[in-house]
Every structure is written in structure tokens, then in C-alpha cells.
């Protein structure tokens, strides 16, 4: 291994020891922050996913566990692993429960506390639009017989 390539590996272990990142991620980092050729970063970065230091899957159940944790919908979530270069977000958007997401994001914000009427009702909707969550969802969250006051 050259001092070019050891120079390169020791900054993307630096990196990942902080967290996850995608490979495209990680290779504009190392080439536009640190000014290394991008070809000797692709070998590089080739070794470090071989001996499993790198890792696309594992950076997408990272960031799935991290915007969940914060209530986050699915596009906001398919934006942010897009922006990453991380690939196609299909596979990505379709493992969770969203709806399950969404059902938990309006009772940590909002509690159990009904929509006493339709004012609420497009609180809520707002409010889980804002969090990345697709209008068919946001019906469907709302629509649950617990949301409803009684009586409405």
C-alpha cells in the first residue's frame, strides 16, 4: 500500500469511525475535503468494503433507525438517501410501517386526545406532512376510530 492509499484509508476510517456513511457519500467527502484522486479513493474505498468496513446496507439501516427515531416520513427520509448518492430508495421505502410511524409520531406529539374537530384534525394532517409523511398515509393515520372524538 502506497502512502497515497494509506493516507486515504486512515481518513475514511477517521470518518466512519463516527458513524455510517454511503460509499458515494464517503467518496465526495474523501476527493472534495481532502483533495485525493478519485481513482486511488475508489480503490481504496473497494478494500475497506471487502474487509466490511464500508457498507451500503448498513448505512441505509442506520439512517432508517435514525430518521424513525426522530418521526420522520418516507420522503423526507427517500430525500435525505437520495441527497447521499446511496442508490435507488425503493427497497429503502418500502421496509418499514409508515403507517405505524405516522400513528406513533401523532401520539408523541398529541397524545391520545382525540381531534375534537375538523381545526384539529388539519393540525395534525399539517403536522405529519411536515414530517415527510404522503397524504395517503396522513389519511389513513387520521382515519383510525381513535383519533375521533366521540360523538363526530
Do not use: C
Request: hydrophobic share 45%; net charge neutral; proline share 3%.
Amino acid at each position: 500500500m502506497s502512502d497515497g492509499e494509506a493516507a486515504i484509508e486512515a481518513a475514511a476510517l477517521r470518518l466512519l469511525a463516527r458513524r455510517e456513511y454511503a460509499r458515494a457519500e464517503l467518496r465526495s467527502r474523501l476527493v472534495r475535503q481532502n483533495e485525493f484522486v478519485a481513482e486511488v479513493v475508489d480503490t481504496v474505498l473497494a478494500g475497506l468494503e471487502e474487509r466490511g468496513y464500508l457498507s451500503d446496507a448498513r448505512y441505509r439501516e442506520a439512517k432508517m433507525r435514525s430518521r424513525a427515531a426522530r418521526g420522520q416520513g418516507p420522503m423526507l427520509v427517500a430525500r435525505d438517501w437520495r441527497a447521499s448518492g446511496a442508490g435507488d430508495d425503493r427497497e429503502l421505502l418500502a421496509e418499514p410501517d409508515w403507517l405505524a410511524r405516522a400513528r406513533q409520531a401523532l401520539h408523541k406529539r398529541f397524545g391520545e386526545q382525540a381531534p375534537g374537530d375538523a381545526k384539529e384534525w388539519a393540525r395534525r394532517a399539517r403536522f405529519l406532512q411536515g414530517r415527510g409523511f404522503p397524504a395517503d398515509l396522513i389519511r389513513k393515520a387520521l382515519a383510525e376510530e381513535e383519533f375521533f372524538a366521540d360523538g363526530d
